[in-house]
């Protein structure tokens, strides 16, 4: 099973290009002249459709060719890659044979070039080692090109230099699934992948909107006890991720800070926000504080606050190079590859 065949003029068909009608002219036709080939081994074609009625081309017959015959879900999976390659504007082919500078051969399921850049896609059925996998993004790496990966099996390495995705199918529609919970149909990711919104981590540019929240708490100290309002946390909404700040976490980034509390809304029954001492922790930071007496508020009863709290403000921010650092540092180490929307990254 292909998805392309080699006319007599050496030229590439798509059996996906065809309409119904042109398919069948092009099966008349090939029963007369004989003149298709098999892009492997030039061997003579038959066309076909499959038991999902995809249409194909097969060696007529299955002689001393060894290359393993192509799965439903490549035939499917290629037919999108070249298509929504080409409706980025890029030149797409199946089955492309390359070799790195170092003289290792490689054929890639779909190559898509663009001026001087050029992706691979990779379709991966069967299962492969995650050493294998890293190998041939090497391979590929070294020959210039960026290799995205669809796997069937899950496990493979999350990392900045394996961008890839999870294919699962349901009732013949191929979904794809990524980071922080992602799932979207396969042409959605391809479309992010040409659109260049597949990123991994956070982007170094791009809109977040922001979310204050704000609590009501008792204040602790046994001569006050009023009801004081408190800031209980920032949640930053960039693409799939959802970050929450603490008061004292982001009293750690004074930029940051400003920026956000310059949009808390004025509130007689809220503390103020400063740096204060704490003595359970022996350092000073940024806290809530009791609006009567000014004792601190520490993070404990922000946490007990969530409880009640609901949000004051939402407005957008600029991911900047600070919000990038603050972000990353509160993921921890979570990097992963997600899409993002073109609103998201400002396009
Ligand atoms: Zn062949
Ligand atoms: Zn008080």
Redesign the pocket.
């Known amino acids: 099973m292909s998805v392309r065949c080699v006319d007599e003029t050496g030229v590439d068909l798509y059996a996906f290009d065809l309409s119904p009608e042109a398919w069948q002219a092009l099966i008349e036709q090939n029963r007369k002249c004989r003149s298709l080939r098999m892009p492997c081994c030039s061997a003579e074609v038959n066309l076909r459709r499959s038991h999902r009625g995809t249409p194909h081309f097969v060696h007529k017959v299955v002689g001393d060719c060894t290359t393993a015959p192509e799965t439903e879900a490549h035939l499917r999976l290629k037919r999108i890659a070249v298509e929504v390659a080409r409706q980025h504007g890029w030149d797409a082919k199946t089955e492309v044979a390359g070799a790195s500078p170092a003289g290792e051969t490689w054929i890639a399921d779909v190559l898509a070039r663009k001026n001087n850049a050029r992706v691979a896609i990779e379709i991966q059925w069967s299962s492969q080692t995650s050493g294998e996998t890293m190998r041939r993004q090497e391979r590929y790496r070294q020959s210039g090109i960026r290799c995205l990966w669809l796997l069937k099996q899950p496990g493979f390495p999350m990392t900045e230099a394996l961008p890839a995705a999870q294919i699962v199918e349901d009732d013949g529609t191929y979904f794809a699934r990524v980071a922080c919970s992602q799932e979207m149909p396969v042409e959605v990711l391809l479309d992010a992948i040409f659109g260049r919104r597949f990123r991994f981590g956070i982007p170094s540019q791009g809109r977040a909107v922001a979310h204050i929240r704000v609590g009501e708490i008792e ?3 046994r001569q ?3 009801k ?1 309002k408190i800031v209980t946390g920032v949640d930053v909404v960039f693409g799939p991720h959802t970050n929450s700040f603490s008061v004292p976490q982001l009293g750690e980034y004074p930029a940051l800070f400003d920026e956000v509390f310059s949009r808390l809304p004025q509130d007689s029954k809220m503390g103020r926000l400063k740096k204060r001492f704490s003595k359970t922790q022996e350092r000073q930071y940024m806290s809530n504080g ?6 601190i508020i520490g993070e404990y009863f922000e946490i007990e606050a969530r409880h009640s709290d609901e949000i004051v403000s939402s407005f957008p921010i600029q991911i900047t190079p600070d919000w990038k650092q603050a972000i990353e540092e509160e993921m921890g180490d979570q990097s992963e590859w997600a899409i993002y929307s073109p609103s998201d990254l400002g396009m």
């Open positions: 204040c602790w100290k006050c006890r009023v004081t009791c609006r009567r007496c000014d004792s």
